[in-house]
């Protein structure tokens, strides 16, 4: 059953150092002050999971947490490339990165086995391509009833699984409506869950499309209004845009960056009850 706790006790309860975390959120709901937690905490050796790992990863990279990352995409939303990211792989700066790289069929296919206890998912995808020599947990595989060729990949089971949820009722139940992305799955798939949400309400009152987590299958949520920003909680708040251009400046430099970190993560921990992330101005000194 899940425990309502403050992020900070979420964080240190769940994610040690060396484990594999997978932050889930596609477009929105991307659980930016659970990482910025991560980074507070100083995990180190981290295995880093997301489909789509955006600027809460580059900025995990650049803080030093991540050993490897396993990913279908990578980069700056309408903007361009992450270079703090790009700074691990190239220059092994501020420590070597490891890169895994999946299709996104794969990356989902990979988390419905996870979540379905199962060994391995099979998809008509990765042919032609150089991923499966270059990739581990893909093989190709003989169907036994037609001798289709297709490709098996590995389950994916993380030790912890991050997402950021709009309610949550007082049980530990949380409720997610909008983009639902792999969230769903990736709970699933974890061994342990951090769960944090806009709110915390009496009562689920039930939406269009939503999905549901029962309290059984979270470990964790903490009530974080505004844990997504700059990404957006739909009904909540929106995206700011501001934010991923600014990005790209200060993730180029790493002087700049060290400085944007120290500012606005190591020095901006969570409220008083650790239930509550500051709102992140894009640059030092920069109005949202």
Request: aromatic share 8%; proline share 3%.
């Given at each position: 059953m899940a425990q309502i706790v403050s992020l900070a006790e979420a964080i240190a309860a769940a994610i040690h150092d060396g484990d594999t975390v997978a932050m889930e959120g596609f477009t929105h709901l991307i659980p930016h002050a659970a990482g910025h937690e991560v980074i507070r905490q100083?995990?180190?050796?981290?295995?880093?999971?997301?489909?789509?790992?955006?600027i809460i990863y580059d900025q995990l990279i650049g803080a030093g947490?991540?050993?490897?990352?396993?990913?279908?995409w990578a980069g700056n939303p309408g903007v361009g490339s992450l270079h703090r990211f790009r700074d691990a792989v190239e220059h092994a700066w501020p420590v070597p990165l490891e890169i895994?790289?999946?299709?996104?069929?794969?990356?989902a296919n990979r988390y419905v086995a996870g979540a379905s206890?199962?060994?391995?998912?099979?998809?008509?995808?990765?042919?032609?391509?150089?991923?499966?020599?270059?990739?581990?947990g893909v093989a190709e595989v003989v169907c036994p009833f037609t001798g289709e060729r297709l490709t098996a990949v590995s389950a994916l089971r993380p030790d912890v699984a991050v997402v950021h949820a709009q309610q949550a009722d007082r049980m530990g139940?949380?409720?997610?409506?909008?983009?639902?992305?792999?969230?769903?799955?990736?709970?699933?798939?974890?061994?342990?869950?951090?769960?944090t949400v806009e709110e915390?309400?009496?009562?689920l009152d039930p939406r269009p499309g939503a999905v549901v987590l029962p309290s059984w299958a979270v470990s964790y949520v903490a009530a974080v209004p505004g844990g997504a920003h700059p990404s957006?909680?739909?009904g909540y708040s929106a995206r700011d845009n501001d934010f991923y251009?600014?990005?790209?400046?200060?993730?180029?430099d790493r002087v700049r960056f060290a400085a944007w970190l120290d500012e606005h993560v190591y020095r901006s921990p969570a409220g008083p009850a650790g239930d509550a992330d500051p709102v992140l101005a894009g640059d030092p000194g920069t109005a949202r």
């Open positions: 100083r995990r180190r050796d981290l295995t880093l999971v997301r489909m789509t790992p955006d947490c991540a050993r490897k990352l396993v990913f279908s895994e790289e999946h299709s996104h069929a794969g990356m206890g199962l060994p391995f998912a099979i998809l008509r995808g990765y042919r032609g391509t150089s991923l499966p020599s270059q990739t581990a139940n949380v409720q997610y409506w909008g983009i639902t992305g792999v969230q769903k799955e990736c709970v699933l798939a974890s061994a342990r869950s951090v769960v915390i309400v009496d009562v957006y909680a739909l251009l600014a990005w790209d400046a200060i993730s180029r």
